[in-house]
């Protein structure tokens, strides 16, 4: 085989076996935000009765628990029998006052008729129009008893007092039930995360931080702290966290939040810059001697594939990176 052939061989198979160009990365301190891991309740910002406000029968129950509804929708029906009989006697009275008032009027014409013929008095046709002014207004007043009965009937109607879903149904159909007895309980306005955490949180705790949230079934999503209650009770410190979209959850369910509590400063470098022999983890760093491998121990991975070098490093070395 020629020299030649033999030399170009060689060559390409050095370059073949060569690595490939590494980077280096210049280590800097980084931020890192320290976390308190804690379990929140899931909790509906509105959680309102529905009730009657006359008491009676239940008549008419539409709605059972996890029901959702709309905002004034009917979702039961009260009905009290002795309002049926009390419009009965108002419509009765009416019917009574009308008969009378047709009665005073043809007595008011016909004084009326005899004063003209000068048969008659004026004393008598001015008491027969007080008497008509009288049955007006009695019949005025009878017609309002007439409309609150009506009113007092129809609030027997148990509306939705806000879109959501139904938490509780208490009663059963045919069950009786007094003014203001809780026929639904309701739970709408959205839903947020309520946490409690120690109270040596309280002072590291900002409105608006970012929280990350773990959903049931291993799902993440990222909600905000709005709200911290300035009571601590039983050695903890009450805050509300709001979700953009929480989901279709059991109120009452508890779920991980990881509540920022503090900062610090820390050297990160990528995962992979990081090789374990024997159970120990070395990094390579570059020198005005050439590359060594420097011994480190590292902490928690962080987020974007980096990792925590605890000791080892220093800022300012210079770690190459694959």
């Given at each position: 085989m020629p020299v030649g052939r033999v030399l170009l061989s060689a060559s390409l198979f050095c370059f073949a076996m060569a690595p490939a160009m590494a980077a280096e990365l210049e280590l800097a301190p980084a931020r890192i935000i320290e976390t308190k891991a804690v379990v929140g309740r899931i909790e509906a910002r509105d959680v309102i009765p529905a009730r009657p406000r006359i008491g009676g029968t239940l008549v008419r129950l539409s709605v059972s628990e996890g029901d959702r509804i709309i905002e004034g929708q009917s979702i039961a029906m009260v009905i009290d029998d002795k309002l049926a009989l009390q419009l009965r006697a108002a419509e009765a009275r009416i019917r009574a006052l009308g008969s009378e008032q047709a009665n005073v009027q043809a007595e008011y014409e016909r004084a009326r008729t005899?004063?003209?013929?000068?048969?008659?008095?004026?004393?008598?046709?001015?008491?027969?129009?007080?008497?008509?002014?009288?049955?007006?207004?009695?019949?005025?007043?009878?017609?309002?008893?007439?409309?609150?009965?009506?009113?007092?009937?129809?609030?027997?109607?148990?509306?939705?007092?806000?879109a959501g879903r139904v938490l509780k149904v208490p009663v059963t159909r045919g069950a009786v039930v007094m003014p203001g007895e809780q026929v639904a309980l309701?739970?709408?306005?959205?839903?947020?995360?309520?946490?409690?955490?120690?109270?040596?949180?309280?002072?590291?705790?900002?409105?608006?931080?970012?929280?990350?949230?773990?959903?049931?079934?291993?799902?993440?999503?990222?909600?905000?702290?709005?709200?911290?209650?300035?009571?601590?009770?039983?050695?903890?410190?009450?805050?509300?966290?709001?979700?953009?979209?929480?989901?279709?959850?059991?109120?009452?369910?508890?779920?991980?939040?990881?509540?920022?509590?503090?900062?610090?400063?820390?050297?990160?470098?990528?995962?992979?810059?990081?090789?374990?022999?024997?159970?120990?983890?070395?990094?390579?760093?570059?020198?005005?001697?050439?590359?060594?491998?420097?011994?480190?121990?590292?902490?928690?991975?962080?987020?974007?594939?980096?990792?925590?070098?605890?000791?080892?490093?220093?800022?300012?070395?210079?770690?190459?990176?694959?």
């Open positions: 005899l004063l003209e013929r000068g048969a008659g008095t004026q004393q008598r046709v001015d008491a027969l129009r007080t008497q008509q002014d009288v049955i007006r207004n009695q019949i005025t007043a009878a017609e309002a008893d007439k409309a609150v009965i009506i009113q007092q009937a129809s609030e027997g109607e148990v509306l939705a007092p806000v309701i739970a709408g306005g959205g839903f947020f995360l309520r946490l409690a955490l120690p109270e040596r949180h309280a002072a590291q705790l900002r409105m608006g931080a970012a929280v990350p949230i773990t959903l049931e079934g291993g799902s993440r999503t990222e909600g905000k702290l709005v709200k911290i209650f300035p009571q601590i009770e039983n050695g903890r410190v009450i805050a509300d966290v709001e979700l953009a979209s929480i989901g279709d959850f059991f109120v009452g369910a508890r779920v991980l939040a990881e509540v920022p509590v503090g900062e610090r400063m820390a050297l990160l470098v990528p995962k992979s810059a990081v090789t374990t022999r024997s159970g120990l983890d070395f990094i390579t760093v570059l020198s005005p001697d050439g590359s060594r491998q420097v011994l480190v121990v590292l902490g928690q991975e962080q987020a974007g594939g980096r990792v925590e070098v605890l000791t080892g490093l220093q800022a300012g070395d210079r770690v190459v990176t694959p």
